[in-house]
């Protein structure tokens, strides 16, 4: 096999870039900066991770999903306010939901 093989840290920091890129090429692909703040979260870089939920739920719409990720992204910086309004918003969306 040609490819090198990158210690999982490093491959880990190039992904949230990787996808980045992906966004800018394909904006309309659904769901992308919902995963991108996934792999920021991850990484545990969270100001990343809000930014990308936050332009998740612009491209998108109303997510409960998204609402939620987002509130554990405000929880884990302790943005405690902005986290119990993501949840708020997440728990009236399922709400809305529930025929699903």
Known sequence: MLRTKLPAALARERA???AARAAEHGP???GIYYEMGN??????????AI?????????????PDVEL????AYQAKG?????????????????????Q
Request: hydrophobic share 25%; charged share 30%.
């Open 39 to 48: 792999s920021y979260g991850k990484l545990k870089m969270y100001d990343d």
């Open 79 to 99: 943005m405690t306010q902005q986290a119990q309004e993501a949840k708020g918003r997440a728990e009236q969306l399922k709400g809305g939901h529930q025929d």
């Open 69 to 72: 990720a987002l509130a554990n």
């Open 16 to 18: 949230p870039s990787q």
């Open 51 to 63: 930014a990308s939920y936050l332009k998740e739920k612009e491209k998108s719409g109303d997510d």
């Open 28 to 30: 309309s692909i659904s």
